[in-house]
Every structure is written in C-alpha cells, then in structure tokens.
C-alpha cells in the first residue's frame, strides 16, 4: 500500500492540508491567547510536507496524466487554506483509479 505512488500523493495531500489547519489553529492561536508557543515545531513540519507536496505535485502528474494547468491548480493548493482538502475532493475519484491501476493484481 505504501509502495504506491498514488496512495503515498493523496496521504501526502491531506497531512499537508492537516499540518496547515494545525499550524493556523493551534500555533497563531495559541500563541496569541496563552504562553504556549507552538509555531515553530508546526512551522517546521507544514514547511517540510509543503515541499514534499511540491515535490509529490511535481513527480506524479505524469502517472495522473495532468497538463499544466492541472499541475499549476494543484501546486496553487498547497498555499491556499484547506485547498489541499479541496483538490482531494474533486479528484478524488481519479486519485482512487490511477492507485488501483497501480496496484500488482495478485497470483492466483
């Protein structure tokens, strides 16, 4: 499950997306109301899955055949707020096909 590019890209969007609302949430939040800082450790972390999606975005799209366009719409969403929950939505369907197509069928 894990060795499938597909799987490991819809993970990766939506850990992205998570770390996000998390650092948004709890880290400005937080700070802003008590003595609890937690921007820095979920800064780090959004930053590292930020460029790991970029990465992802970039290396998958011709497995998921997406033109430019497609790419540009799905590195758009890892800046904007809950995007990443957006883009898992509406292709969702597509995202599930290319994982199953990329699956080994089992010997029988």
């Excluded at 850990?15 to 979920?42: C, K, N, Q, Y």
């Excluded at 780090?44 to 430019?68: D, E, N, P």
């Amino acid at each position: 499950m894990f060795a499938n590019p597909v799987f490991r890209y819809r993970m990766l969007t939506l850990a992205e997306g998570w770390s996000f609302v998390l650092l948004l949430v709890f880290g400005s939040l937080l700070s802003r109301v008590s003595e609890i800082d937690l921007v820095m450790p979920l800064g780090s972390l959004h930053g590292a899955l930020f460029v790991l999606m970029v990465l992802g975005t970039l290396l998958i799209r011709r497995r998921l055949q997406w033109g430019f366009v497609m790419t540009l719409v799905a590195l758009a969403c890892a800046v904007v707020p809950l995007a990443p929950f957006v883009l898992h939505r509406v292709k969702r369907d597509e995202l599930l096909a290319a994982e199953k197509a990329a699956q080994p069928v089992p010997a029988a």
